[in-house]
């Protein structure tokens, strides 16, 4: 896998996420109803942050769960067990609630599909509400984003990848082909 | 990204270090599910499970159907007593005409050790060995070293002491493999007619003397005297058992502080454990029988969605 371009920068990172901060809260007045829930990995580092930068902008609390979606894919036989499932912790009842779905990279759709069968699982939401960093296109579902960091027009074969800080000792957003 | 590359679970002697890590990883996060209030996920929606028991079971076969049935599988149950074993078909025959269904996996205990190497030639299933006579028993280790990773934090370098019937014991067996492979110091201790002197060749200490062993035990495994070896000439009398190898009050007090006391259970209260001991070991065995459901999941989860060149 070579990369081919570096497209957003540490600081760019930073500010979007301010911006999709204040974007939930002015869409979503009363915050008491909001929960964010993660999808493993990198989602649920970026809902970690969202939680601060909410907290900054609002002073309020936020219950923030992970998902792990591995169990809920429709390609697990065919693509042979994923040994590694982390956790799914979703301390809070869902029921009634706001969720703010968060990932990464909105690319088919198909990891957000298995992220609503699982939280209904957990209950019964008032509404979810998805929110990525960055949107690359070739969706094949009817999903879209209702927060979006950047949208980035890419090739199918192209791979968009998103550094973040905790785990990859970088912070920065590339395109690469396999 | 690591793949999982075995078809059947027939032992703990087949699977490398890492293949154990994987199962216990995964069981950490199986174990939570049971916690939710949808105690299911699609990971085998579609898949067909049968847990063929041709030796009685109640307790396994639960575990395994509740395992298979949260991870959304369809299961049916064989069992030996009430099936057509009895009009003379004969075991082969049996693995021959549940096949015809298209199971994904088989569950199977059977008497005879190592029978299921040869049935696998019989089924395009996975098999998951759930005891095979006096060969192997491999969940019921995984959630013991499930277990003693949980509560120790580690697997690497133990003192496992395995007390009891040792010679009949597939459990011993299994467990004897899997810790080894983490650098365990492996002592079993029991009367001399339920010790096989063979051991000694797996690298295994022999005593039997409980009271010195208990002493630099880090985990102390009470198998589960099972109940017509109480009539067989393998057994002491049960007085002399007890005085002997029986877990009293005593014995607990010369373990090491933090030692683990497991039991596959149930227990045979006075027997193997003193029931004065009840309220201080009970907790532990019954969190066992918790964590071998998470095990079961994991194992059926990995065979379960193996992929398959069909």
Redesign the interface.
């Known amino acids: 896998m070579t990369q081919k371009a570096k497209i957003i920068t540490d600081i760019e990172i930073k500010r979007m996420l301010y911006r999709l901060g204040h974007q939930v809260l002015e869409k979503n007045l009363n915050s008491s109803e909001i929960v964010l829930i993660g999808i493993q990995t990198r989602g649920a580092y970026i809902a970690q942050r969202l939680k601060k930068i909410i907290q900054e902008i609002d002073g309020i609390d936020i219950p923030l769960g992970v998902l792990d979606i591995t169990l809920y894919r429709d390609d697990l036989t065919t693509i042979g067990p994923k040994p590694i499932v982390k956790e799914t912790k979703i301390a809070f009842d869902i029921k009634g609630k706001t969720v703010i779905l968060i990932d990464d990279v909105l690319f088919t759709g198909r990891t957000v599909r298995a992220a609503l069968d699982e939280i209904m699982d957990f209950g019964r939401p008032k509404k979810v509400e998805l929110l990525v960093l960055i949107d690359r296109g070739h969706r094949e579902l009817p999903i879209r984003a209702d927060f979006v960091g950047k949208n980035i027009p890419t090739a199918e074969g192209e791979m968009v990848e998103v550094k973040l800080q905790e785990i990859d000792n970088k912070e920065e957003v590339i395109i690469a082909e396999k | ?4 590359s075995k078809k059947h679970l027939l032992g703990i002697k087949d699977l490398s270090r890492r293949e154990i890590d ?1 199962i216990l ?2 069981s950490a ?2 174990k ?2 049971s916690k ?3 105690k ?4 085998l929606r579609g898949k067909t499970i049968v847990n063929i028991f041709f030796e009685n079971s109640t307790r396994t076969r639960m575990s395994f159907e509740l395992a298979a049935k949260r ?1 959304s599988a369809d299961v049916v149950n064989f069992q030996s007593s009430a099936s057509s074993l009895n009009k003379g078909e004969t075991i082969v025959d049996t693995i021959k005409t549940l096949e015809a269904y298209h199971p994904d996996i088989m569950v199977i205990r059977i008497s005879s050790p190592a029978a299921l190497y040869l049935l696998q030639k019989y089924t395009k299933a996975s098999i998951v060995n759930c005891g095979d006579g006096k060969n192997e028993h491999p969940t019921q280790a995984l959630l013991d070293m499930f277990t003693v990773k949980e509560k120790l934090g580690t697997l690497e370098n133990l003192n496992v002491l395995i007390v009891g019937d040792v010679l009949h014991s597939r459990v011993a067996r299994s467990n004897i493999f899997g810790f080894q492979k983490y650098g365990a110091k492996i002592t079993v201790c029991g009367p001399t007619t339920m010790i096989p002197y063979d051991f000694e060749n797996m690298g295994v200490d022999i005593t039997y003397d409980f009271d010195t062993a208990i002493k630099k035990a880090d985990v102390i495994i009470m198998l589960r005297i099972q109940n017509e070896r109480l009539k067989s000439s393998f057994f002491p009398t049960i007085r002399e058992y007890v005085d002997k190898f029986s877990l009293t009050e005593e014995r607990y007090k010369l373990r090491k502080k933090n030692a683990l006391i497991l039991h596959p259970g149930p227990v045979n209260w006075d027997v193997e454990i003193s029931s004065a001991l009840k309220e201080k070991v009970h907790p532990l065995i019954l969190e066992q029988a918790e964590n071998g459901l998470a095990v079961r999941m994991g194992v059926l ?2 065979v ?5 060149s069909l």
Request: aromatic share 12%.
């Open positions: 990204m690591e793949k999982w994987i990883e995964l996060s199986f939570e599910i939710r209030e949808v299911k996920v699609p990971a991870l989860y990995l379960g969605t193996e992929k398959r």
